[in-house]
T-cell receptor, first 109, second 113 residues
Framework: GIQVEQSPPDLILQEGANSTLRCNFS?????LQWFHQNPWGQLINLFY???GTKQNGRLSATTVATERYSLLYISSSQTTDSGVYFC???????????FGEGTQLTVNP | SQTIHQWPATLVQPVGSPLSLECTVE??????LYWYRQAAGRGLQLLFY??????ISSEVPQNLSASRPQDRQFILSSKKLLLSDSGFYLC????????????FGPGTRLTVT
């Protein structure tokens, strides 16, 4: 099956800093999503981005499908951005998401 | 708008007892439905998915089973829980073709003692 690798596994920032999270995947995909898992465990949809670039406030994401990677940018980070960020992909041959292991982000005041 | 519900939110069960977790979706019809488990640590593992009533695909052979008795209802069950069944169980739905975006419920935290 498809492999999904996220980096870095852990990231600690000061409030106001910018960061880039990376997701590499091993095969062609129909779907790529970025999620934020909050401290209560809820998975919050950030982006549905199988290709191209999208922006939502301080967050933006870019997927380069031909090179099999996606990037999530967080600008002017806030303490509420803390949590685990997951990348998940759906193979062209399947109908289910394969998750990376996530990036644990801690934003300190 | 669409809403996904899961219950219970938390559950503590002894080893060997049965399990039934329920997931329902509102505001859509014929969704694809999914059960995931998140063990200690971070990764999510797909357990089951369903593209229609009575259609269940199992991703990982284990102590659990799933059923879809109604279009928007997905149930995760076990006849006898194991310690290794502890974890955070998440239900998700997607509308399918042409957009495959999945949306997750609030989850059930299961502790088997």
């Amino acid at each position: 099956g498809i492999q999904v690798e996220q980096s870095p596994p852990d990231l600690i920032l000061q409030e106001g800093a910018n960061s880039t999270l990376r997701c590499n995947f091993s095969d062609s995909v129909n779907n790529l999503q970025w999620f934020h898992q909050n401290p209560w465990g809820q998975l919050i949809n950030l982006f549905y981005i199988p290709s191209g670039t999208k922006q939502n406030g301080r967050l933006s994401a870019t997927t380069v499908a031909t090179e099999r990677y996606s990037l999530l940018y967080i600008s002017s980070s806030q303490t509420t951005d803390s949590g685990v960020y997951f990348c998940a992909v759906e193979e062209t041959s399947g109908s289910r998401l394969t998750f990376g292991e996530g990036t644990q982000l801690t934003v300190n005041p | 708008s669409q809403t996904i519900h899961q219950w219970p939110a938390t559950l503590v069960q002894p080893v060997g007892s049965p399990l039934s977790l329920e997931c329902t979706v509102e505001g859509t019809s014929n969704p694809n439905l999914y059960w995931y488990r998140q063990a200690a640590g971070r990764g999510l593992q797909l357990l089951f998915y369903s593209v229609g009533i009575g259609q269940i695909s199992s991703e990982v052979p284990q102590n659990l089973s799933a059923s879809r008795p109604q279009d928007r209802q997905f149930i995760l069950s076990s006849k006898k829980l194991l310690l290794s069944d502890s974890g955070f169980y998440l239900c998700a739905w997607s509308s399918g073709i042409p957009i495959y975006e999945q949306y997750f419920g609030p989850g059930t935290r299961l502790t088997v003692t």
